[in-house]
């Protein structure tokens, strides 16, 4: 029988993670992957859990555990990350996908019914919401685009293992994007510089996260770019921080949205804000 600081079985390994600050999900996800059975449920741990923890998953425990310990996210330690039914792979070049994402993926999905359409995801990161709604909605013709070479080379690596059609290229927001769509999404860089969270988040790229004084000069670049790359009648969709609902939808009647309006998640926080490019308001008010 191991101590405590060598355990010995499966169970010991749970309860020695957890002792080092980690906390039971994680502990139980971390000996998932250490002995190679990341891609099982958790339940098969109880029906193991008093089988010996093999020699050569100890050194790996023990390196993940520390690794979690400092803060890093689970996904970028075990390199993947469930969102909205697929399971991606992740790493330190890309954002971990939120679950609070999966709103506006259900959002989009909504706007779009079951007909064929054209859709944009702007700053896709691991190419997560594309992904989702390429899968949900094989109809679509999916565009995605990236500021970040090694963000994109994440995203087009999960389209291609996951045989999932999404057209990829690089970019800064919609400069230089030819044509018009049906949807555009974003779940774009939403922090304030000088948030005090951003002291939790170093592990991920710092581009990725924040924007500005106030979080929101990504959000008003495609707000302001949006509209004559939108159909008449098409939607623009955006992820954004817990308190900027009310400030996004001022940010899309000004410029000439209509029918602008916030969707909560399932914490009932407003997370994402939309708004309609009407013919009206693409005739008379377009974006410059």
């Known amino acids: 029988m191991g101590t405590p600081q060598t355990p010995s079985t499966i169970a010991q390994a749970i309860?020695?993670?957890q002792t080092q600050g980690l906390d039971r999900l994680d502990a139980q996800l971390l000996v998932l992957h250490a002995v190679g059975r990341a891609d099982v449920e958790r339940a098969w741990l109880l029906a193991h859990d008093t089988d010996a923890l093999p020699d050569a998953a100890h050194a790996t425990l023990q390196a993940t555990v520390r690794r979690r310990a400092t803060g890093e996210p689970l996904a970028y330690i075990t390199g993947r990350k469930a969102f909205y039914g697929?399971?991606?792979q992740v790493d330190a070049r890309v954002l971990v996908p939120r679950p609070d994402t999966e709103t506006l993926v259900d959002w989009a999905l909504e706007l779009l019914g079951s007909a064929p359409a054209s859709v944009l995801d702007l700053g896709t990161g691991s190419g997560a919401i594309a992904l989702a709604l390429q899968h949900s909605h094989p109809d679509l013709d999916v565009l995605a685009i990236d500021y970040?070479?090694?963000a994109l080379a994440v995203a087009q690596a999960n389209a291609h293992r996951l045989h999932l059609r999404v057209r990829f290229a690089q970019g800064s927001w919609l400069d230089g994007v030819q044509g018009r769509f049906d949807l555009i999404v974003s779940n774009p860089p939403y922090i304030a510089a000088q948030d005090p969270h951003l002291a939790a988040l170093t592990h991920e790229p710092l581009q990725a996260l924040a924007s500005g004084d106030h979080g929101l000069d990504d959000?008003?670049?495609i707000i302001a770019q949006a509209g004559r790359h939108l159909q008449p009648g098409g939607w623009l969709l955006m992820e954004h921080g817990y308190d900027q609902a009310a400030a996004v939808r001022t940010l899309l009647v000004e410029a000439g949205f209509a029918d602008a309006q916030s969707?909560?998640?399932l914490a009932g926080i407003e997370r994402c804000?939309?708004?309609r490019w009407s013919k009206f308001s693409a005739r008379t008010k377009p974006c410059v």
């Open 15 to 17: 309860g020695w993670a």
């Open 86 to 88: 697929l399971d991606l």
């Open 148 to 150: 970040s070479a090694d």
């Open 219 to 221: 959000i008003r670049t």
């Open 263 to 265: 969707r909560r998640d």
């Open 273 to 275: 804000s939309g708004a």
